[in-house]
């Protein structure tokens, strides 16, 4: 079936189209609504963002691409992203990583074999006060200690 | 001298101290002396000023962006058009924070997002702007979700919309999100990315005065300049310039210091601008972690120059700015934009990053630039393949396998990034990578020579546990 947006996501789309003067504008805020209900970035999204905004498969494709967080393949029902950069990693970011990495049995960029975990490492999430961090999803989880981080991905684990 | 302020920061900590009731409360306290409560200043330059005199004003506060360039925010709104023509004017307030040792932006908007919004409107009003958006990197979900609760907040009280305070003069906030990419920092290629596009940075000229997003007159702002607006209205533009200690070579205000890295504590303080490097390590950051010394400090930013402790300022002549610290320590100097410059770095976002002795500086600079190395954007040739082979020979380094040769490259591969780019970016790896070569040059050495190795070296001073 060709990919639609939900009713409740088709109506932020027409709020979001107000805010611009261009239909183009709206390319990364939609690509956004499609990912939260795809999950990824197909190139059936691609197609229905095109149409949608009267734009070339390939300028919608090229955006899809330079952006970091567009998921290009399937990935697994959580994601972990872990900074790994200069602050972080000056407070531990490289033992959280391997940590994490021992605890879920996966490398970084590797899905569970169950499809519950994405662990990703993230270029500076801007919370270098409060370092080492990792983001769960949408929420930040700061200050990490071993035991913090073995309950976050029990409790990814069970879900 | 520290001089701790509270204007900006009187929200944090209070109980839902980001909801709009906060905001308006009017709690004076010691350290914000002067400060208004929420949108009585909006409503006062509104109602009262012409935009000529809002841009003024704004000249007067000495406000230098705080996004990491420091240029005058007065002087860039003065250089949109006087009458707004067929083209509407439109204002784009930076919140992609993503440079490594920066994380003040992200409290403002969490804990004090109404201070964002009131700014909006301010300096819409100046620049003849009737949308702001406010571009924040995709990550930060709290942000974004504070901000639009902020947003309705405003608007449910008629503070945005059609008539904001009862002025013929639309104004619309809206918040966009990026999608994790950090060059959409840089203000051109944000501005491609609101419009739809990759975000690449564009050639300049045109500037974004001129020709900004949608091709129409922009003016792009750090969200913490914006966010200090209402404060220096509130107070008059010169009585908050004059907060500064370097409000004579024109830094004023007040603004947010971080302190990241080997401190005991790790913070955002709002300071009198111009604390120096000590103060801020010792006095809010609490001291180096395990009571050692400082190897390094990178003072706003990664793509800021790092500075050691033993560098001293060199300005005999009495007519220089920097005079009054000749051979004094480099980090008993004012944190200035123009100060910093003089020591040959930049002040950047002013959030500090404390590097402890012990630490492996060669390492620091691969776990840089393999961060760059990730975020060039790609369309010039010098720093796509620059910033990967600076990042790769600085491995190599690190491997034990490098020549003493192929430091002399990593010289010649910065300098050919430097000038050669469209935008900034290339600078941005080329100025640290430089700092670290030049600095640290008897560790690289350690390492061609097989006395340093990758599997002593250590970056945390503290087992994390």
Request: with cysteine; aromatic share 8%; proline share 6%.
């Amino acid at each position: 079936m060709p990919f639609a947006l939900s009713p409740e996501r088709e109506r932020k789309l027409q709020e979001i189209l107000e805010r611009y003067p261009t239909k183009m504008a709206a390319t990364l805020p939609l690509l956004h609504l499609c990912q939260e209900q795809a999950g990824f970035v197909g190139d059936d999204v691609v197609e229905y963002v095109a149409h949608r905004l009267d734009l070339s498969p390939a300028h919608v494709k090229g955006v899809v691409t330079f952006y970091t967080l567009y998921n290009q393949e399937p990935v697994g029902k959580h994601q972990v992203w872990v900074c790994r950069t200069l602050p972080c990693a000056l407070r531990g970011a490289y033992q959280v990583i391997e940590h994490c990495e021992k605890r879920l049995g996966i490398h970084c960029g590797e899905t569970t074999p169950d499809g519950k975990v994405t662990l990703r490492t993230a270029e500076c999430l801007a919370s270098c006060g409060t370092a080492p961090m990792m983001q769960v999803d949408r929420d930040y989880h700061e200050n990490l200690t071993r035991e913090g981080v073995d309950q976050i991905l029990n409790r990814l684990l069970e879900s | 001298m520290i001089k701790r302020t509270d204007y900006l920061t009187r929200t944090y900590g209070k109980p839902e101290g980001w909801s709009l009731r906060a905001y308006e409360a009017n709690e004076a306290n010691e350290a914000n002396e002067g400060g208004l409560g929420g949108y009585q200043v909006a409503r006062r330059v509104l109602t009262g000023m012409t935009r000529e005199q809002v841009v003024d004003e704004a000249k007067k506060a000495n406000i230098r962006g705080r996004g990491g360039a420091g240029f005058p925010m007065g002087v860039k709104w003065s250089f949109m058009p006087k009458t707004v023509g067929a083209k509407p004017h439109y204002l784009v307030v930076n919140a992609d924070e993503g440079e490594p040792g920066t994380h003040k932006d992200r409290t403002l908007m969490e804990l004090n997002p109404h201070a964002c919004v009131e700014g909006c409107i301010i300096a819409c009003y100046g620049i003849g702007a009737h949308i702001a958006y406010i571009y924040v990197r995709d990550e930060l979900h709290l942000s974004k979700a504070r901000l639009e609760a902020a947003i309705l907040e405003a608007r449910a009280k008629g503070y945005l919309g059609d008539t904001p305070f009862g002025k013929d003069w639309p104004i619309e906030v809206h918040v966009h999100s990026g999608a994790g990419a950090y060059i959409c920092g840089e203000e051109t290629s944000m501005l491609n990315s609101i419009e739809g596009r990759r975000g690449e940075p564009r050639m300049k000229p045109p500037f974004p005065a001129n020709a900004g997003v949608f091709g129409c007159p922009t003016t792009v702002n750090n969200l913490e300049t914006i966010a200090a607006v209402p404060t220096a209205f509130g107070m008059g533009a010169e009585a908050f310039s004059k907060l500064s200690i370097l409000h004579g070579i024109g830094d004023g205000g007040v603004r947010l210091y971080g302190v990241n890295g080997h401190v005991k504590k790790g913070v955002v303080v709002e300071l009198a601008v111009g604390p120096t490097l000590n103060e801020l390590i010792y006095d809010i950051g609490g001291g180096v972690q395990g009571d050692r010394g400082v190897l390094c400090v990178i003072p706003g930013g990664s793509s800021t120059p790092v500075l050691r402790p033993e560098e001293t300022v060199n300005a005999p002549d009495e007519r220089l700015p920097l005079h009054p610290w000749h051979g004094k320590s480099v980090f008993d100097v004012p944190l200035g934009v123009d100060t910093m410059r003089g020591v040959g770095t930049m002040l950047g976002t002013c959030c500090v990053t404390v590097i402890a002795q012990g630490t492996d500086p060669v390492w620091c600079m691969q776990n840089l630039m393999q961060f760059y190395r990730h975020e060039s954007c790609g369309q010039c040739t010098p720093c796509r393949e620059g910033s990967a082979w600076l990042e790769r020979t600085t491995s190599k380094v690190l491997d034990g396998k490098a020549s003493i040769g192929e430091l002399h490259d990593l010289h010649d591969i910065a300098n050919g990034i430097m000038g050669n780019t469209i935008c900034a970016f290339g600078e941005g790896t080329a100025m640290p990578a430089l700092a670290f070569i030049q600095k640290f040059r008897a560790e690289f050495e350690q390492y061609v020579r097989g006395e340093r190795k990758r599997a002593d070296a250590t970056l945390t001073v503290e087992p994390w546990s």
